[in-house]
């Protein structure tokens, strides 16, 4: 999500409550008896204020499962998830005077720290990367179609070799006998430009058909595939080079084609990648969150009784 | 030239338009972590509540004195029949502790936990924070409505008045006149015609090993004694004693005819008969010595008298134990003693009236200042002529070392608690213990306490 102007409010509210929270805690740590304390007055008010903004953070989940709950609009959760969860730790650590506390709080506090630190590693990232992408992906498609769209353009590059291939080869059928036989006893008896050039062809196109079924396939087909030689846009470009060189002029468009599907390949991996950073963090932030969520409840109770 | 064409129809097709209702790695990944995490979460807080007791709950570690009751949380989280709740109070700790309250006026009486709070850590309960006591003695209210003490202190740095003895107008009560300089210099006359340079531990010293160099007794100090002295801290200087730290220099010679024999150091009644039964005795064993001539003696300038001449063995007695007490009363006794003359023969010897403790309301330990001279504190002591003069070191001199923050600052300890008690021990009672050691450590439920 892009934190932009829109989130002015958002962000002033966060930073007056916080600076209020703030103001209140310094006279009373230091002017109270038992020093911070979570069972102190202000010390519940502070751990039931974060408390209900964890469980309204946690409900963006929910909130995004039903789409159509009429609850406000989705940006304004989001917005509310992303501010009120920045303030909640702060007030979590006024809650326990800046302790962590036994076992079970301890664990509490722990947790938060991973939930918060990936929380607002995750905003930087919204914030930052889809821009990135934008500018440095122009072939992205829909992440989860990636594995389908691979498939595609291995069927393409397919198609693409058996056309160019097939042309290749037909130049060489559309020959004359006379030139055949040339092509057979090439060198002895001149003609050696079409004798050769027939040769090369054939050549050409099984070379083509093994670089599609050596290189292109298993690198169209294998998600990542780095380390292939297609995987680097400098190898690629002079491999295509060399195809290039023995392919005629009408024909290289095909070629360009081709190399264009490997493009597309290596931008769809770099995508796969930037795509597993940018909600990587949810594998941890968001199991993290509900882990913390149900030992915060328990440790309500807990505190309560104690 | 590019024949690969990117029109929205041609990506379109691509796409699979249910592609969000198949199963993705990433979302399976993402919601099975969902679900893991917080069962493998609550699955960890059943088996810390199976393997150790309620001891998940704590907040904390307990203070070193309640560690061992770490299993046992019943102790002091005491749940009363059909209370869902169980916090900690008064009553669970005045089980085991009687905890006298501060001043019979006090305005309020905390809760224990107030001031003593647990699960901080391996701490000492008594160590309680400046904000406990300030919480009165930073605006003081009495029920009485008249605050007997300094009613604005809020730290040791912060507004805590000199300490009282220090304050103008004060002196130093005793009734012995003392010196301090002079016993300070050197080549004193000593013990023996000794010349002697007395030191400040000649005289005071928190623990007594026996053996005092100035005195004329060796006291016999058990080495368990002195073990158990310096286990306990010894904290105070004890009093000055004639016989310990003075009879050695200053004699109390009466007559020549005895030597060194000396008169014991005690009231006038005393010393009175003392110098009559010494006399009867000495006549009947010398019956000639009533019409002897006492030469006069070089060894007091002061002596003025002229020895009377008797007539009998009675006058002889008077005569010569009234020499022995004027040598007394007007020299030997004099330099330390206030003397009052009365109707009486005898004189009245004002009380020593030495100050033991200079501070009533707070604690001092000599023994945790041993590794510093005496002179660092107690600076004027080398200089003080006047026994009215008080050598208690200000309380700048404290804070030199301690300060609130404590050893987190590079300091002493300066909170509160430090000097001052809150709890009012003269007033404790003994408690009478009633739980099993099983009860205590966690092997047996803990019986509620009645009342």
Known sequence: ?306 | MLRRTRTTKKLAKRIDLQYFAHPHPFRTWRFWLSVTIPLFALGWFITQRAQGGQKVYSSGQLSRAHAVFTQQCGLCHVTQAGEFTAHVTDKACLTCHDAPLHHANQAFAPACSTCHVEHKGAVLLQSTSDAACTECHARLRTRDGQPHYVATITSFENKHPEFAALRSGKSDPSGVRLNHYVHLQPNLMGPNNTRVQMTCDDCHRAIDMGTWPYGTETHPVALNDVHVSLRQGNAYMAPPEFTKQCAGCHTLQFDQRFGNEQVPHDKPEVVHAFLLKKFEEYILAHPAAIHEIDPPNRQIPERARIPKAAHNASEWVQFRVDDAEWLLYAKTCKQCHTLTPTTDPLPQIAKSNLTARWMAHAEFDHHAHRMMSCTACHARATDSRETTDVLLPGIQTCRQCHRPQGPAKEAAEGRCYECHQYHDWTEAKPTKGGFTIQQLRGGAKVPVPQG
Request: aromatic share 10%.
């Open chain 1, 1 to 306: 999500m892009l934190i932009d102007h829109t989130h002015r409010k958002w962000f002033f509210g966060s930073i007056a409550g916080l600076a209020v929270a703030t103001a209140a805690y310094i006279p009373y740590s230091l002017r109270s008896p038992q020093e911070a304390r979570g069972g102190s007055a202000l010390g519940l008010t502070y751990g039931i204020t974060a408390f209900l903004f964890m469980i309204f953070v946690g409900l963006l989940g929910a909130r995004k499962k039903v789409p159509v709950w009429r609850v406000g609009r989705a940006q304004s959760w989001m917005r509310g998830h992303l501010w009120l969860g920045f303030v909640s730790f702060p007030l979590i650590l006024f809650h326990g005077g800046f302790h962590f506390g036994g076992l079970l709080t301890r664990a509490l506090m722990w947790l938060f720290v991973f939930v918060w630190v990936s929380g607002i590693l995750g905003a930087a990232l919204q914030h930052f990367m889809p821009r990135f992408q934008t500018a440095q992906l122009p072939l992205e498609t829909i992440y989860e179609q990636i594995d389908r769209v691979r498939g595609q353009l291995a069927e393409e590059a397919g198609q693409l070799v058996e056309e160019t291939c097939s042309a290749l080869e037909g130049e060489v059928s559309r020959a004359s006998e006379r030139q055949r036989a040339m092509s057979a006893s090439a060198g002895t008896q001149g003609g050696l430009t079409v004798a050769s050039g027939l040769q090369a062809n054939q050549q050409v196109s099984t070379q083509l058909r093994q670089f599609l079924d050596d290189e292109m396939l298993p690198y169209l087909e294998r998600a990542g595939a780095h380390a292939m030689s297609l995987g680097n846009e400098a190898q690629a470009q002079a491999m295509f080079q060399r195809f290039r060189v023995l392919l005629p002029p009408e024909l290289h468009s095909n070629l360009d084609d081709l190399e264009n599907i490997c493009e597309e390949k290596r931008q769809l991996d770099k995508q796969s990648r930037l795509h597993k950073i940018l909600h990587g963090w949810l594998l941890v932030h968001i199991p993290l969150s509900y882990a913390l969520l149900l030992l915060a409840a328990v440790h309500a109770v807990v505190a309560l009784k104690f």
